[in-house]
């Protein structure tokens, strides 16, 4: 354990990584758990409304973010001071993710539907990160040997084709394929030859005087979704919370 420790963690440098995700994760959990019960009217936490004005944990979370995130590129990736400034940068980081959708739609939904975003994102940032830490590199050139080094041009033609694929699924609605494609290219290339969103705007340049490849996209999205969307949801709620109801309007007498 210790072998591997060093020459995985230790020795490449991701101690302070390693401490910025604990962070991170361990910070989004406590502030999710505070904020249910801010919610549910139970425990000593209020919300901080100073003057009348409430202060979401956005605020405190760039603060930290910014202070984290100089203070690790000052520091390096060695030594004390480097895994002080990621526990700081992953707190930071966990308090403005956890209102991720609250900065998407300058609106509090922080318990509404599009509320869920900000669970989206954070779980999308911690598979990321473990995937670094896991020892892949962006955009999959992780082992280059040293002959491989000195062919710089097919270095580049890699990131070059990756990046098409990431590309391609970004514009065929796949946007979570896209982002892990950057750091997998299996997951990028499946992304792009697989068929379009519906919605995306590759569906809508390529698929318009396409009648069935239009009419199988949709019929694979609709499968995707009824299947996906119950668990998706369901598993969103157990880390976030579920939203608040909207009531329906009252039925009209007839």
Known sequence: MG?????????????????ALAAFVLTFAITRTITRMIRAGKGP???????????HHVVPGVVLSVVGGFGAVASGRH????????????????????????????DDVYWTEEGRQSVEVVVLTASLVLLVLAGFSPLG????????????????????????????????????????????????????????????????????????ARSRAMLRAYHHDVRWAGPRRKFQDLIGGAPDRVPLPPARES
């Open 141 to 212: 050139v992780d082992d280059v040997s040293d002959e491989e080094q000195q062919g710089r041009l097919g270095l580049i033609a890699t990131y070059v084709v990756n990046f098409c694929f990431v590309l391609i699924s970004l514009f065929k609605g796949k946007l979570r394929m896209a982002v892990l494609g950057t750091l997998v290219p299996f997951v990028a290339l499946v992304g792009a030859i697989r068929l379009a969103r519906p919605t995306s705007p590759w569906a809508r340049r390529f698929y318009r005087h396409r009648h069935r």
């Open 45 to 55: 936490f209020r919300n901080i409304t100073p003057g009348g004005m409430h202060i």
């Open 3 to 19: 072998h591997w420790w060093h020459e995985n963690i230790a020795e490449p440098g991701k101690v302070p990584l390693l401490l």
């Open 79 to 106: 030594g004390v001071a480097a895994g002080i400034f990621a526990v700081i940068f992953g707190v930071g980081a966990g308090l403005v993710l956890d209102e991720f959708a609250l900065i998407l739609h300058l």
